[in-house]
């Protein structure tokens, strides 16, 4: 440490007389010159007179970072008005005053109670003044002074990272800008050395150095490799009092990396390569991979694969992955083991991105031979084709050759070829085709206007391998022949004027034909041979595929022909010679002047009685329908009445009696009265069914209630036996409800489906005892003599 010593000069100068003006006092820097103030005397306003400053005093120094044990002398104030009695009192006031700094009240002393550093704060400010201890009056007014520290090197330089990262491209030349180290020292700059900064290099040489002044490092080495080494650290110290003996020093880490560049070109690790492949692989299937290797990094070492040479420059192909920078050998073309078996390819790879001044180390790129063997499989059928195309007459005969297809095995085996149709793309199996020598033929015959063409698909497979098969499309096309005959466009009904006159067209007529000949349709028109002559209307043909129907004569009546049907006979011109007869009607209507149809129909001849013939013989027609009708109405209602009940004395068993008379149903209320099992009581008056006109007219019986039967069995019983006794009962096929089922029949079922075998196994004698509502069924069944008496 280096201390330099300072004189304190206190000056004061006394003042004959007291007086309470306030002194000018100023603060200077540096060592003080003398200096005189002006002040006014309090005695006379009018003169101005000239005073001594009382007091003043330099600025003061002080050492940073005392270590001494006692309190580190500052100075001393003093005022001339002291006289030594201690009447006067010191006070001290500013930055650090009673803290940092002390004053002794008596003598004036400064001292600093503290270590100071000037880093912290450099100057301090502060303030004294001398009072009077008595009266407490200030007898020197308050005067500011500085206390300056000075510094010392107690700061070591510090830079501003402590670990710097840096890059620079490999290969560089020697002085290549890598990267820019600063350090800082807190001492200060203005005073001696102790901020004054040298750097120097303790690690990383001879690869790299500093420059002492500026901290900028650079590269000392020429041609450094990155692929040698790739990583540097350096260690950079900064040294303060300009490097000199004694000056404190800190240091940084420079971590330096080598980036690359594109100095190594891509070598094969091997000259061949040999791979397989079977000859059925598609385009674009991966053969095999290459990699070349590169000892740059990143886009440097980028590879492009190429096929410069070789028997399969048009067979295979060769593309670049860009995440392992592989060469992947792909199929270009289809393959054919009985063609070719091994090809031979030369590959390049090379480095897209090259840097021109490293060209001289050589060409980056580098070759490699690959050889690729075809393996064989076995393979479906081949067609000679991809297509056939065939034609037929439609007239063709059933089981007419129309062509051939032919399909062979490609493999060295030669296996034999079986043809078959694919039925889902001929579902009439109008063709067929010859499984041994591919031939095609019809099964049906063919019509051009039903299908022009028929799309089938032809199957050949392998008989020792019916997994190997193959399809090939099939066009037939059906050829046209003159098989059908031309026909009118359309429906033609036109009408002709009363007033027309000869040789007047009414109608064009245009024809169709479904055949379509080669050189076009030529139709001709005329009259049927039938209605030549006489006709009332002629044909002029157009030759052009149209025909007019003109007038014959001068005017027509719609009184005596209201309708023309003219037969038109149309011929085509192909061979076979086609014709139809087509019928236009003609309607003699009225026209008006211009020729306008007014009326077609044909007003019927007025009698003197107001009706016409036509019109009577209508009214004459309809009343005799309406009388037949009513004559045979009434002939079928009678004949259904007396319709007897069985028809035939033979077919009387194991039928079933058909009544056409249907009963009254749910709204019928003659039949029977329900109220009437509620109360026994009740007296029900007979009343004549409305569903039946009865045979005799009776008169009503009335029965009179039996108070005592208050049983419903005995009621119905005895309702039972009215009924049967009573001709004007309902009809047999009524039914009378009692509500009440009773303990069963007597005769138990009726029906003669659960009847014996024979009819003389069971006795109906018991029928005719059941009174007169059986006595058509006893007839039936009691025997011979009454069957015959029925």
Same mark, same amino acid.
């Given at each position: 440490?280096?201390? #330099? ?11 004959? #007389? ?40 330099? %600025? ?41 700094? &002390?004053?002794? *009240? ?26 009077? $201890? ?16 000075? =510094? ?5 330089? &510090? ?13 560089? =030349?020697?002085?290549? /800008?890598?990267? @820019? ?48 080494? *790739? ?6 110290? +900064?040294?303060?009092?300009?490097? %000199? ?22 070598? /094969? ?5 040999? /791979? ?15 990699? +070349? ?22 067979? /295979? ?7 392992? @920078? ?55 059928? &081949? ?96 050829? =046209? ?11 033609? *009904? ?79 011109? =192909?061979?076979?010679? @086609? ?37 009577? &013989? +209508? ?19 009678? @004949? ?49 069914? $409305?569903?039946?006109?009865? *045979? ?8 009179? +209630? ?33 509500? #009440? ?50």
């Amino acid at each position: 440490m280096r201390t #330099y010593p300072y004189f304190l000069l206190l000056f004061w100068v006394g003042q004959p #007389y007291p007086t309470f003006s306030t002194p000018l006092s100023k603060r200077t820097s540096g060592f003080p010159a003398k200096k005189r103030a002006l002040e006014l005397s309090g005695n006379s306003k009018n003169e101005l007179n000239r005073s001594k400053r009382s007091w003043m005093w330099n %600025q003061f120094f002080l050492l940073e970072e005392y270590t001494g044990s006692d309190y580190q002398y500052v100075g001393k104030l003093h005022s001339d008005q002291d006289r030594g009695d201690g009447s006067l009192k010191y006070i001290l006031s500013g930055d650090g005053a009673g803290d940092l700094f &002390i004053i002794n *009240e008596n003598t004036g002393d400064i001292q600093a109670t503290k270590r100071l550093d000037r880093e912290e704060k450099p100057v301090y400010i502060l303030r004294a003044q001398a009072i009077n $201890r008595r009266t407490g009056r200030p007898v020197e007014p308050e005067s500011e002074f500085i206390i300056k520290i000075h =510094d010392i090197n107690d700061n070591e330089p &510090i830079f501003t990272k402590e670990v710097y990262t840096a890059t620079v491209p490999e290969m560089s =030349d020697v002085g290549t /800008f890598v990267v @820019q180290v600063t350090a800082t020292d807190a001492d200060d700059p203005t005073y001696g050395n102790s901020a004054k900064v040298v750097y120097s290099i303790l690690q990383g040489q001879p690869y790299f150095s500093v420059e002492s002044e500026t901290g900028i490092i650079k590269t000392a080495l020429l041609n450094m490799d990155r692929e040698n080494r *790739e990583q540097y650290q350096v260690v950079i110290q +900064a040294k303060d009092m300009g490097g %000199q003996m004694g000056g404190l020093s800190g240091t940084t880490t420079v971590n330096i990396t080598l980036t690359d560049v594109n100095d190594n070109p891509p070598r /094969f690790p091997q000259s061949t390569y040999q /791979f397989k492949t079977p000859e059925s692989s598609p385009p674009g299937t991966p053969i095999g991979r290459i990699k +070349a290797s590169d000892a740059d990094v990143g886009e440097n070492a980028a590879i492009e694969y190429s096929i410069t040479e070789g028997e399969g420059l048009d067979m /295979f192909d060769v593309i670049t992955d860009q995440e392992t @920078q592989e060469g992947i050998i792909t199929v270009k073309k289809l393959l054919d083991f009985e063609k070719k078996k091994v090809y031979t390819l030369k590959v390049e790879a090379s480095n897209p991105h090259v840097e021109p001044r490293f060209l001289y180390l050589g060409p980056f790129k580098d070759s490699a031979t690959v050889r690729i063997m075809v393996e064989d499989v076995d393979e479906p059928p &081949i067609f000679s084709k991809l297509a056939y195309i065939l034609q037929i007459r439609e007239d063709a005969q059933i089981n007419t050759t129309i062509g051939s297809v032919s399909a062979q095995d490609p493999d060295a085996a030669r296996n034999p070829v079986k043809y078959s149709v694919d039925r889902h793309t001929d579902m009439d199996r109008i063709f067929n085709i010859d499984s041994g020598n591919g031939s095609i033929f019809t099964s049906k015959l063919l019509d051009r206007e039903t299908l022009l063409w028929h799309n089938i698909t032809v199957i050949a497979t392998e008989i020792n391998n019916p997994k190997q098969s193959s399809r090939v499309p099939l066009y037939i096309k059906v050829l =046209d022949v003159n098989d059908n005959a031309p026909e009118f466009a359309e429906f033609y *009904e036109t009408f002709v004027c009363e007033k027309a006159k000869a040789d007047q067209l009414i109608q064009t007529l245009r024809a169709v034909d479904k055949d379509d000949p080669y050189s076009g349709h030529q139709f001709s028109f005329s009259l049927a041979p039938e209605a030549a002559s006489g006709s009332n209307f002629t044909i002029q043909d157009n030759k052009d595929n149209t025909a007019g129907i003109l007038t014959r004569k001068n005017g027509y009546n719609r009184h005596e022909m209201s309708t023309y049907l003219l037969p038109v006979v149309i011929s085509d011109n =192909d061979y076979p010679v @086609q014709s139809s007869t087509g019928t236009v009607t003609v309607r003699v209507c009225a026209c008006d002047h211009h020729g306008n149809m007014q009326s077609c129909h044909a007003e019927a001849l007025v009698h003197p009685t107001g009706l016409s013939t036509g019109a009577l &013989i +209508a009214i004459l027609l309809c009343i005799v329908t309406l009388l037949v009708t009513v004559v045979l109405f009434a002939a079928l209602r009678r @004949q259904r009445k007396k319709e007897p009940l069985i028809i035939s004395k033979e077919d009387i068993r194991d039928n079933i009696v058909s009544y056409n008379d249907e009963g009254g149903g749910e709204e019928d209320t003659q039949a029977f009265d329900i109220g009437t099992l509620r109360n026994p009581e009740a007296i029900e008056d007979s009343k004549l069914r $409305r569903d039946i006109v009865p *045979e005799a007219l009776f008169l009503p019986r009335r029965t009179p +209630a039996t108070r005592d039967n208050t049983d419903v069995r005995d009621f119905i019983n005895q309702r039972l036996k009215e009924n049967d006794t009573d001709p004007t009962a309902p009809p047999y096929d009524s039914l009378a409800t009692y509500a #009440y089922e009773g303990t069963g029949s007597v005769a138990n079922s009726l029906s003669s489906l659960e009847s014996v075998t024979t009819d003389g196994d069971q006795d109906y004698d018991y029928l005719s005892d059941w009174g007169p509502r059986f006595k058509k069924l006893a007839d039936m069944y009691g025997g011979v003599d009454s069957d015959k008496d029925s």
